[in-house]
């Protein structure tokens, strides 16, 4: 059973859409305390989404993610939400695609490479030169020494 979305598309960034068709929605009974609904009413929502099978994800954003959140994939390649913080099932498909939508969110853009430089000729003199006054300074507050 799939929900009816307003525009049947989640949009993640410029350029990244998944339509919902990708998604599987499964429903079960929440747990934890709700009244005399609780033993009656699937409300809890679990998404599945084949993410290595996904065409809608851009390669570099497909790697970043599957780096990212190895440990929340099956072995199927299948990412799996679930969410029961809400009391009907609506909600919680809505809970489940935000979470997937700020995961992806995460992951959308390409780090930033960190390229090592050398410090300048310069730099490292002013702080030799630095460290030479600090010893002076320390240097004179010494009491003088009684070999004289």
Not at 21 to 34: A, I, K, L, Y
Not at 81 to 95: G, I, K, M, P, W
Request: aromatic fraction near 6%; glycine fraction near 8%.
């Amino acid at each position: 059973m799939t929900p009816e979305f307003p525009n049947n598309l989640l949009t993640i960034g410029p350029g990244v859409e998944i339509p919902h068709g990708e998604f599987t929605f499964s429903f079960s009974r929440s747990g934890g305390p709700g009244g005399q609904n609780v033993n009656k009413v699937n409300t809890k929502a679990e998404l599945r989404w084949p993410v290595v099978k996904s065409p809608s994800l851009p390669y570099g954003v497909r790697a970043r993610f599957l780096a990212k959140f190895e440990n929340r994939i099956t072995t199927d390649g299948e990412l799996v939400l679930t969410s029961q913080r809400y009391r009907d099932q609506a909600s919680n498909v809505e809970d489940c695609l935000q979470k997937l939508q700020e995961m992806l969110g995460e992951v959308l853009e390409r780090p930033i490479v960190r390229r090592a430089t050398k410090p300048t000729r310069a730099s490292q003199a002013r702080r030799v030169d630095s460290k030479r006054e600090n010893s002076k300074k320390k240097q004179d507050r010494r009491a003088p020494r009684g070999d004289d």
